[in-house]
């Protein structure tokens, strides 16, 4: 069935440096690709997302890369701070019925360190 | 400013018990949608509903059902709890495949423990 793989699990950083996540999906057909912040205790929050009919999109630090040909996509932030520390989730959209639902990868735990 | 809430932040219920977790959103969404997230497995789609008294199976709705009387509000009940079933429950809502804005809304999660 639809899977969306995410790597690494864990990622620690120092502060001022770049950090990229990584995502593979299997279902050709998906057109929508958001990323979701989820800091500690918190609910997960969309932040930035990309569909099919681009290859990159950025906002300000952080930035979207797609390549359907390969179905993959990444997340790079760059010059990284302490409140960049969260869980990120990469998604896929995929569409069953009548309806689309996001298949989410299995997030990983970034850590900005000072 | 969408708002998605849930009834219960934390909550704790013994092996057996029924449970129901609601949520409600003020954003007039058809769709909602009722996850899991366990760590490293992330977030896991259990039921999602397309409009009232619409109902489809995610991933793992064993051990689940919902109920969807009204737009707003999206319920899941847990039949009877186990302990497996200790976990954060997000709720979140969405519009209807629009083309333009799929993005999804969470609530703020109930922590469930199932002693």
């Known amino acids: 069935g639809e899977n969306v793989e995410q790597h690494p699990s864990t990622l620690s950083v120092q502060e001022g440096d770049s950090a990229v996540i990584k995502c593979t999906y299997s279902?050709?057909?998906?057109?929508?690709f958001p990323w979701y912040k989820q800091e500690l205790g918190k609910r997960p929050q969309l932040i930035i997302d990309?569909?099919?009919?681009?290859g990159e999109k950025k906002d300000q630090r952080i930035a979207v890369t797609l390549n359907k040909t390969a179905k993959h996509f990444s997340l790079h932030i760059t010059e990284t701070q302490p409140e960049d520390s969260a869980v990120y989730f990469c998604?896929?959209?995929?569409?069953?019925?009548?309806?689309?639902?996001?298949?989410f990868g299995t997030g990983t735990l970034l850590a900005v360190q000072p | 400013d969408v708002k998605v809430t849930q009834s219960s932040r934390y909550l704790v219920k013994r092996t057996g018990e029924k449970v129901f977790l609601e949520c409600v959103q003020d954003?007039?969404?058809?769709?909602m949608f009722w996850y899991r997230q366990d760590p490293g497995l992330g977030l896991r789609l259990i039921y999602f509903?397309?409009?009232?008294?619409?109902?489809e199976k995610g991933d793992i709705p064993e051990g689940y059902s919902v109920s969807r009387e009204k737009k707003e509000r999206f319920s899941l009940i847990l039949e009877s709890a186990s302990t497996n079933q200790t976990s954060m429950y997000l709720c979140?809502?969405?519009?209807?495949?629009?083309?333009?804005?799929?993005?999804?809304?969470f609530g703020p999660g109930t922590r469930l423990t199932v002693t």
């Open positions: 954003m007039d969404h058809e769709n």
């Open positions: 979140a809502s969405s519009l209807v495949a629009s083309g333009i804005d799929y993005e999804q809304y």
């Open positions: 279902d050709s057909a998906s057109n929508y």
């Open positions: 509903s397309y409009d009232v008294k619409m109902k």
């Open positions: 998604a896929a959209l995929g569409f069953r019925g009548a309806t689309n639902k996001l298949i």
């Open positions: 990309i569909r099919s009919n681009v």
